[in-house]
Protein backbone atom coordinates (compact mmCIF):
# COMPACT_ATOMS: atom_id res chain seq x y z
CA UNK A 1 0.00 0.00 0.00
CA UNK A 2 1.40 3.26 -1.15
CA UNK A 3 1.47 6.51 1.78
CA UNK A 4 -1.13 8.37 -0.22
CA UNK A 5 -3.55 5.17 0.28
CA UNK A 6 -2.04 4.46 3.73
CA UNK A 7 -3.32 8.45 4.51
CA UNK A 8 -6.77 7.72 2.84
CA UNK A 9 -7.33 4.52 4.86
CA UNK A 10 -6.60 6.24 7.87
CA UNK A 11 -9.00 9.53 7.81
CA UNK A 12 -11.84 7.35 5.39
CA UNK A 13 -15.06 7.81 8.21
CA UNK A 14 -15.45 4.50 9.37
CA UNK A 15 -19.28 2.45 8.86
CA UNK A 16 -19.39 2.22 12.77
CA UNK A 17 -19.88 6.26 13.18
CA UNK A 18 -21.96 6.09 9.89
CA UNK A 19 -24.14 3.28 11.39
CA UNK A 20 -24.15 6.11 14.16
CA UNK A 21 -25.56 8.93 12.28
CA UNK A 22 -27.72 6.66 10.42
CA UNK A 23 -29.66 6.06 14.04
CA UNK A 24 -29.65 9.58 14.62
CA UNK A 25 -31.49 10.36 11.16
CA UNK A 26 -34.25 7.81 11.61
CA UNK A 27 -34.86 8.24 14.64
CA UNK A 28 -34.99 12.26 14.28
CA UNK A 29 -37.24 11.75 11.40
CA UNK A 30 -39.23 9.14 13.64
CA UNK A 31 -39.59 12.51 16.22
CA UNK A 32 -40.42 14.83 13.59
CA UNK A 33 -43.11 12.72 12.25
CA UNK A 34 -44.84 11.33 15.06
CA UNK A 35 -43.91 8.04 13.45
CA UNK A 36 -43.44 6.21 16.24
CA UNK A 37 -46.29 5.09 18.49
CA UNK A 38 -44.63 6.19 21.62
CA UNK A 39 -42.69 9.79 20.88
CA UNK A 40 -40.41 8.76 23.87
CA UNK A 41 -39.09 6.02 22.20
CA UNK A 42 -38.03 8.17 19.22
CA UNK A 43 -36.68 11.02 21.60
CA UNK A 44 -34.66 8.66 23.27
CA UNK A 45 -32.62 7.00 20.28
CA UNK A 46 -32.23 10.30 18.64
CA UNK A 47 -30.61 11.92 21.86
CA UNK A 48 -28.41 9.12 22.48
CA UNK A 49 -27.11 8.48 19.19
CA UNK A 50 -26.92 12.93 18.76
CA UNK A 51 -24.85 12.34 21.63
CA UNK A 52 -22.46 9.07 20.64
CA UNK A 53 -21.63 11.51 17.51
CA UNK A 54 -20.97 14.59 19.36
CA UNK A 55 -18.54 12.25 21.61
CA UNK A 56 -16.91 11.39 18.74
CA UNK A 57 -16.77 14.54 17.10
CA UNK A 58 -15.20 15.91 20.22
CA UNK A 59 -12.55 13.06 20.20
CA UNK A 60 -11.56 14.08 16.37
CA UNK A 61 -11.36 17.86 17.17
CA UNK A 62 -8.38 16.83 19.55
CA UNK A 63 -6.97 14.45 17.26
CA UNK A 64 -7.41 16.69 14.32
CA UNK A 65 -5.53 19.56 15.96
CA UNK A 66 -2.87 17.15 17.50
CA UNK A 67 -2.32 16.16 13.79
CA UNK A 68 -1.76 19.28 12.35
CA UNK A 69 0.29 20.76 15.39
CA UNK A 70 3.18 17.93 15.04
CA UNK A 71 1.48 14.28 16.37
CA UNK A 72 1.37 12.45 12.35
CA UNK A 73 1.25 9.41 14.63
CA UNK A 74 -2.74 9.82 15.15
CA UNK A 75 -4.00 8.55 11.72
CA UNK A 76 -2.41 5.40 12.59
CA UNK A 77 -4.31 4.62 15.95
CA UNK A 78 -7.58 5.69 13.30
CA UNK A 79 -8.76 8.53 15.36
CA UNK A 80 -9.59 9.88 12.25
CA UNK A 81 -11.69 7.75 11.28
CA UNK A 82 -14.47 8.76 13.95
CA UNK A 83 -14.25 5.30 15.08
CA UNK A 84 -15.61 5.24 18.86
CA UNK A 85 -14.15 1.58 18.98
CA UNK A 86 -10.61 3.20 18.72
CA UNK A 87 -10.08 5.27 21.44
CA UNK A 88 -7.69 4.06 24.45
CA UNK A 89 -10.42 4.34 26.12
CA UNK A 90 -13.49 3.74 24.77
CA UNK A 91 -15.26 2.89 28.50
CA UNK A 92 -14.39 6.52 29.22
CA UNK A 93 -15.21 7.81 25.89
CA UNK A 94 -18.77 6.47 25.25
CA UNK A 95 -20.15 3.60 27.33
CA UNK A 96 -19.68 6.03 30.87
CA UNK A 97 -20.92 9.11 28.96
CA UNK A 98 -24.20 7.10 27.62
CA UNK A 99 -24.64 5.89 30.97
CA UNK A 100 -24.85 8.93 32.82
CA UNK A 101 -27.22 10.86 30.09
CA UNK A 102 -29.58 7.32 30.77
CA UNK A 103 -29.25 8.03 34.63
CA UNK A 104 -28.82 11.72 35.57
CA UNK A 105 -29.40 13.55 32.38
CA UNK A 106 -25.55 15.14 32.79
CA UNK A 107 -23.11 15.70 29.99
CA UNK A 108 -20.08 13.65 30.94
CA UNK A 109 -16.91 14.84 29.80
CA UNK A 110 -15.39 12.18 27.97
CA UNK A 111 -11.76 11.01 27.11
CA UNK A 112 -9.62 9.40 25.42
CA UNK A 113 -7.38 9.32 22.39
CA UNK A 114 -3.57 9.12 23.20
CA UNK A 115 -1.42 11.95 22.08
CA UNK A 116 1.55 11.79 22.14
CA UNK A 117 2.68 15.07 23.16
CA UNK A 118 6.82 15.08 22.57
CA UNK A 119 5.90 15.51 19.44
CA UNK A 120 4.31 18.78 19.78
CA UNK A 121 5.87 22.40 19.82
CA UNK A 122 4.52 25.16 21.36
CA UNK A 123 2.63 26.06 24.01
CA UNK A 124 -0.38 27.47 22.55
CA UNK A 125 -0.83 24.63 20.48
CA UNK A 126 -1.14 22.18 23.53
CA UNK A 127 -3.66 24.63 24.64
CA UNK A 128 -5.49 24.65 21.20
CA UNK A 129 -5.45 20.50 21.80
CA UNK A 130 -6.76 20.26 25.03
CA UNK A 131 -9.75 23.02 24.41
CA UNK A 132 -10.21 21.80 20.92
CA UNK A 133 -12.89 18.99 22.07
CA UNK A 134 -15.03 20.92 24.30
CA UNK A 135 -15.19 24.05 21.46
CA UNK A 136 -16.69 21.41 19.50
CA UNK A 137 -19.67 20.66 22.02
CA UNK A 138 -20.42 24.46 22.07
CA UNK A 139 -20.72 24.26 18.40
CA UNK A 140 -23.14 21.01 18.79
CA UNK A 141 -25.05 23.06 21.37
CA UNK A 142 -25.37 26.34 18.88
CA UNK A 143 -26.28 24.26 16.05
CA UNK A 144 -28.91 22.05 18.03
CA UNK A 145 -30.29 25.41 19.38
CA UNK A 146 -30.15 27.40 15.96
CA UNK A 147 -33.90 26.85 15.53
CA UNK A 148 -34.79 28.31 19.14
CA UNK A 149 -32.48 31.37 18.92
CA UNK A 150 -33.11 32.45 15.29
CA UNK A 151 -37.06 32.25 15.99
CA UNK A 152 -37.51 29.73 13.43
CA UNK A 153 -39.91 26.82 15.61
CA UNK A 154 -42.64 27.29 12.97
CA UNK A 155 -43.79 24.16 11.75
CA UNK A 156 -41.45 22.03 13.94
CA UNK A 157 -43.15 19.43 15.73
CA UNK A 158 -42.93 19.54 19.89
CA UNK A 159 -41.38 16.42 20.21
CA UNK A 160 -38.63 17.57 17.95
CA UNK A 161 -37.90 20.45 19.85
CA UNK A 162 -38.27 19.20 23.03
CA UNK A 163 -35.16 16.45 21.93
CA UNK A 164 -33.27 19.01 20.59
CA UNK A 165 -33.31 21.23 23.94
CA UNK A 166 -32.36 18.19 25.66
CA UNK A 167 -29.77 17.30 23.41
CA UNK A 168 -28.78 20.89 23.88
CA UNK A 169 -28.44 20.72 27.58
CA UNK A 170 -25.95 17.46 27.25
CA UNK A 171 -23.91 19.93 25.13
CA UNK A 172 -23.71 22.57 27.59
CA UNK A 173 -22.79 20.64 30.37
CA UNK A 174 -20.10 18.41 28.58
CA UNK A 175 -18.80 21.91 27.60
CA UNK A 176 -18.68 23.37 30.68
CA UNK A 177 -17.50 20.15 32.74
CA UNK A 178 -14.89 20.04 30.32
CA UNK A 179 -13.48 23.61 30.57
CA UNK A 180 -13.15 23.11 34.24
CA UNK A 181 -9.41 23.61 35.13
CA UNK A 182 -9.54 20.32 37.07
CA UNK A 183 -6.65 17.92 36.24
CA UNK A 184 -8.05 15.02 34.28
CA UNK A 185 -10.45 17.34 32.19
CA UNK A 186 -9.20 19.71 28.71
CA UNK A 187 -9.86 22.50 30.75
CA UNK A 188 -6.62 22.03 33.09
CA UNK A 189 -5.12 20.46 29.39
CA UNK A 190 -5.49 24.17 28.37
CA UNK A 191 -3.78 25.94 31.21
CA UNK A 192 -0.98 23.07 31.72
CA UNK A 193 1.38 23.99 29.41
CA UNK A 194 1.55 27.49 31.12
CA UNK A 195 2.40 26.19 34.27
CA UNK A 196 6.01 25.24 35.85
CA UNK A 197 7.57 22.01 35.58
CA UNK A 198 7.26 21.82 39.66
CA UNK A 199 3.57 22.39 39.75
CA UNK A 200 2.75 20.41 36.76
CA UNK A 201 4.73 17.18 38.63
CA UNK A 202 2.95 17.79 41.59
CA UNK A 203 -0.43 18.13 39.89
CA UNK A 204 -0.11 14.61 37.93
CA UNK A 205 -0.99 12.43 40.04
CA UNK A 206 -4.22 13.56 40.84
CA UNK A 207 -5.29 13.65 37.31
CA UNK A 208 -7.07 10.13 37.25
CA UNK A 209 -9.53 11.58 40.29
CA UNK A 210 -10.20 14.73 38.77
CA UNK A 211 -13.79 13.79 37.00
CA UNK A 212 -14.52 11.64 40.04
CA UNK A 213 -13.64 14.69 42.40
CA UNK A 214 -16.16 17.27 40.47
CA UNK A 215 -19.30 14.62 40.25
CA UNK A 216 -18.17 13.82 44.60
CA UNK A 217 -18.93 17.93 44.59
CA UNK A 218 -21.51 18.38 41.93
CA UNK A 219 -23.61 15.39 44.17
CA UNK A 220 -23.49 18.41 47.22
CA UNK A 221 -26.81 19.74 46.85
CA UNK A 222 -25.91 23.94 46.94
CA UNK A 223 -23.47 23.07 44.41
CA UNK A 224 -25.59 21.17 42.23
CA UNK A 225 -28.24 24.32 42.27
CA UNK A 226 -25.96 26.49 41.28
CA UNK A 227 -24.39 24.60 38.81
CA UNK A 228 -28.01 23.52 37.30
CA UNK A 229 -28.61 27.49 37.73
CA UNK A 230 -25.92 28.30 35.38
CA UNK A 231 -26.86 25.76 32.15
CA UNK A 232 -30.32 26.89 32.64
CA UNK A 233 -29.55 30.10 32.62
CA UNK A 234 -27.22 29.28 29.25
CA UNK A 235 -29.77 27.63 27.75
CA UNK A 236 -32.45 30.23 28.30
CA UNK A 237 -30.09 32.76 26.94
CA UNK A 238 -29.98 30.25 23.67
CA UNK A 239 -33.98 30.87 23.51
CA UNK A 240 -35.24 26.94 25.11
CA UNK A 241 -37.50 27.90 27.81
CA UNK A 242 -38.26 26.06 31.01
CA UNK A 243 -40.91 23.46 29.27
CA UNK A 244 -38.67 22.62 26.41
CA UNK A 245 -36.13 21.77 28.66
CA UNK A 246 -38.58 19.62 31.14
CA UNK A 247 -40.43 17.76 28.17
CA UNK A 248 -36.96 17.35 26.08
CA UNK A 249 -36.07 15.18 29.51
CA UNK A 250 -39.04 13.64 30.28
CA UNK A 251 -39.38 12.14 27.26
CA UNK A 252 -36.25 10.66 26.95
CA UNK A 253 -36.55 9.10 30.16
CA UNK A 254 -39.95 7.47 29.03
CA UNK A 255 -39.89 4.34 30.84
CA UNK A 256 -40.53 6.50 34.13
CA UNK A 257 -43.67 7.96 32.61
CA UNK A 258 -44.48 10.68 30.15
CA UNK A 259 -46.01 13.93 31.46
CA UNK A 260 -49.22 14.01 29.54
CA UNK A 261 -48.13 17.87 28.84
CA UNK A 262 -45.39 17.04 27.13
CA UNK A 263 -47.03 14.64 24.18
CA UNK A 264 -49.59 17.38 23.07
CA UNK A 265 -48.46 19.90 20.73
CA UNK A 266 -48.23 23.81 22.35
Sequence with gaps: ????????????????????????????????????EEPGVAVF?????????????????HARTALHSGDISI???GYLTLN???????????????????????GLPGGAVFIERSRIRGRWKHSLISAAGPLTNVLFALVCTAPFWL??????????QYALAFLALLQVTAAILNFLP?????????????????????VEP????????????????????????????ILGGLGIDDVQRYCGQNLYRFW??????CTVSR
Design 1 to 36: MTAVASRRSERRISPVFLGIVAVMAVTGWAAWTGFA
Design 45 to 61: LFVTSGWIVSLCLHEYA
Design 75 to 77: GAK
Design 84 to 106: PLKYTHALLSIVLPVIFVIMGGI
Design 151 to 160: HALDGVPPAF
Design 182 to 202: VPGLDGYGVIEPWLSYGVRRQ
Design 206 to 233: FAPFGLLAVFAVLWIPSVNQVFFDAIYS
Design 256 to 261: EGVDQY
